[in-house]
């Protein structure tokens, strides 16, 4: 599993990535094995993870009857949603690049997103903790959410657009690719497995 400074490291390059700086990409490990190390970012997911599911846990809870109660096969079935959102963007993401033969891409793409997954990934897990901790804050949360999500696909399209310089409308398609079927696919599973609020 990759090291602290180790994922920092990566960190910078997609920062710099961000600021469309170049040098970015001298961060990132490419290779094959880059990629298969890119995936332990879910490993380092896990705490803002375990809020999240607290947090739903308890908007499950608020709209059920007062003698339900969940147990190991609630957060198995939010486990199950978290590693399709995690692979099934990354699978249209490889589609859409073989079809229009730049699969060359793909490996850049695979592991940008997954280390770019670190740190959204706290940032939402701080927010969802302040409505978990301080229920009085949620509507300044829901703000928060919104600009949180805005500025998430702002950092996702400067990254693409480094990758697929010269291919703005590959960087725009990428981005939908990546972000539209998580949002759908997520309230489809978890309405289907029998965790969303009613």
């Given amino acids: 599993m990759p090291g602290l400074r180790e ?22 490990d490419m290779s094959d094995r880059g ?9 380092w997911c896990l705490p803002p993870m375990g809020i999240s599911w607290l947090w739903w846990r308890q908007a499950f809870l608020q709209s059920m009857p007062p003698h339900v109660e969940v147990g190991l096969p609630f957060y198995f079935r939010l486990g199950l949603v978290e590693i399709a959102n995690w692979f099934v963007p990354l699978v249209f993401a490889g589609l859409l690049l073989f079809a229009f033969r730049m699969g060359d891409r793909f490996a ?12 959204l990934s706290y940032i939402n897990g701080l927010l969802l903790a302040l409505v978990f901790f301080i229920p009085g804050a949620i509507s300044v949360v829901s703000i928060l959410l919104l600009v949180f999500m805005m500025a998430q696909v702002f950092m996702l399209a400067r990254i693409l657009r480094m990758i697929f310089h010269g291919h703005g409308l590959m960087a725009g398609a990428l981005t939908l690719a990546l972000l539209v079927p998580t949002m759908i696919l997520a309230e489809y599973l978890q309405r289907f497995l029998g965790i969303y609020p009613v």
């Fill in 35 to 43: 990629v298969n190390r890119s995936f332990w970012a879910m490993a």
């Fill in 108 to 119: 850049a793409v695979v592991v940008s997103i997954n280390w770019l997954g670190v740190p």
């Fill in 7 to 28: 994922v920092q490291y990566y960190l910078s390059g997609l920062w710099l990535l961000i600021r469309m700086d170049t040098r970015g990409f001298r961060f990132l």
